[in-house]
């Protein structure tokens, strides 16, 4: 075994366990509204703050 996979093997192993979907909270996000209100501001998605991406997340 080469050093390469050595290394891929024990990042594995320091893996945590994936998470599955069901664990994951249930959020419902406004995306096309999102992209509206950005688009109209004239900036990215990426560019908005937190407070305003949150305005558009329904949990």
Known sequence: MNGQMRRYKESLAKMSDPILLSQCP???????????????????????????KAAFIKE
């Open 26 to 52: 249930k959020v419902k996000l406004d995306l096309k509204g999102l992209m509206q209100y950005a688009k109209e501001k004239g900036i990215k998605v990426i560019e908005l703050t937190e407070k305003e």
